[in-house]
């Protein structure tokens, strides 16, 4: 029995190597700030922590299913199950929806009832944290959060 070596993985002589996919993570760290990038390549950052960036993100993906809210997602998958990170992208979406239902300033007031809701009532779980991580994110940057045009500008590179 012969193995040859394909790119750090073995395989029988004559037969085809099964290709390895990995994912590289969204969210890194370089030169001590943070980034994240998008799949279709588009880099954003500089973040001065981790959850600004993963706030950061989860807002792009929210932009992006709200975005499409009309029409038939393909995925099966929920968005940002892979990034653990759906649970704050529930609550940006929504946010966007009061929103375009009712304007900034009731979308504003809501994304404040109901950071003081979990605040309150919820128990201290890293989806709770990040949930009211994502909520404050919102609240300081709200031209971001309900313009997309403005987050490319202030965020992509």
């Not at 290709?19 to 279709?40: I, P």
């Not at 975005?67 to 940006?92: F, K, P, W, Y």
């Amino acid at each position: 029995m012969q193995y040859k070596e394909v790119s750090m993985t073995t395989s029988r002589f004559g037969e085809a190597p099964e290709a390895q996919f990995y994912r590289s993570a969204r969210v890194y760290v370089s030169n001590s700030v943070w980034w994240f990038d998008t799949r279709e390549g588009v880099q954003f950052g500089p973040f001065i922590c981790k959850i600004a960036a993963s706030c950061a993100l989860a807002v792009y993906v929210a932009q992006h299913v709200h975005e499409n809210a009309t029409t038939r997602m393909l995925s099966t998958q929920i968005a940002g199950s892979q990034d653990r990170i759906a649970h704050m992208i529930e609550e940006v979406v929504e946010v966007i929806r009061q929103h375009q239902d009712f304007g900034q300033l009731a979308a504003t007031n809501w994304a404040k009832w109901r950071l003081e809701e979990l605040r309150r009532k919820a128990t201290a779980t890293s989806e709770t944290v990040g949930r009211i991580r994502v909520l404050e994110f919102t609240l300081r940057h709200p031209e971001q959060t309900f313009s997309f045009d403005q987050f490319l500008r202030f965020r992509a590179r």
